[in-house]
């Protein structure tokens, strides 16, 4: 047989057949002294085999040690390893259908979110931030919708762990008709700096005043999450890891915005100074008093 009939008696393409030479799977014929090779039907049985594994979803490499003849593993090891791969494949569809449910179902009440899709828990913080803005007037702060971008960032790149750790921190933000106001009140005067010359001598009071009404929004959940030192290094852009994040953070808002952030972070940095060195007094007090 020359290689076009063996490829249509076994069901493959010759280009599989050449594959499979030149990954060492299937011998190849001596050329006759026409230039053709012949195959014969020993080159029929080990292509069908071969053809038979990969439907399996075996990968070649596995393939070849089923085919060797010498220390290659016994083909019941190589399928006992792909049923075990095949059921955490089943674990983790079943998973992914679970999760797409979950999504149809809220897109049904009309209340998939539009950065979506996102975990289970930033879906449900979405739905505080939506309940507690419910009814206000106006479009939607540009600066809220950042907020947004970034939480779901956090939610692809952190760990499960520490993304549920940063939501609960920021949870009291948006506890109390109060502290939604406030956090308006921010993203307003953020928007304000979009378009401020940071040249202009009016900046910065605007600056400050954003800095100052940011500051006294984030909730000390927050300062005890990231810590007094936590704090000050974003102020200053030194991230935990050196991958350039924060830098990207900070050129993502205007100059003047940035630099509220930035007056902000080292305000709550400087609280948490302030509370350490009160609970220092207290302790130091404490033991001078004794028993």
Known sequence: MRIGELAGLVGVTTRAIRHYHHQGLLPEPERRPNG?????????????????????GLGLAEVRDVL???????????????????????TAIRARRERLR???????????SPE???????????????????????????????????????????SPEDRDAFLAA??????????????????????????????DARTDAAVDAAARTLADMLPDSLLAELGTEGASAVA?????????????????????????????????????????RGAETERGAET???P
Do not use: I, N, W
């Open 36 to 56: 053709y090779r012949e195959y014969g039907l020993r080159h029929a049985v080990v292509l069908a085999r071969v053809r038979r594994l990969t439907e399996l």
């Open 68 to 90: 060797a003849d010498d220390a290659g593993r016994e083909l019941v090891e190589v399928l006992g390893e792909l049923d075990a791969d095949l059921a955490r494949q089943e």
């Open 102 to 112: 979950s999504l149809l179902d809220e897109a049904g009440r009309g209340r998939l």
């Open 116 to 158: 979506g899709p996102v975990s289970p828990e930033l879906a449900d913080f979405f739905g505080e931030m939506a309940r507690s803005t419910q009814g206000r007037p106006g479009p939607e702060s540009v600066m809220a919708a950042k907020d947004r971008e970034f939480l779901v960032l956090l939610d692809t790149t952190a």
């Open 170 to 199: 920021l949870r009291p933000a948006l506890g109390t008709p109060d502290a939604v106001e406030r956090a308006h009140e921010v993203y307003a005067r953020l928007d304000a700096l979009a378009d401020a010359d940071p040249a």
């Open 236 to 276: 200053e852009g030194r991230g935990v890891r050196d991958d350039g994040f924060l830098e990207a953070f900070f050129a993502d808002f205007a100059p003047a915005q940035a630099e509220a952030v930035r007056r902000a972070m080292r305000m709550l940095a400087e609280r948490g100074a302030a509370t350490e």
């Open 288 to 290: 001078e008093a004794g």
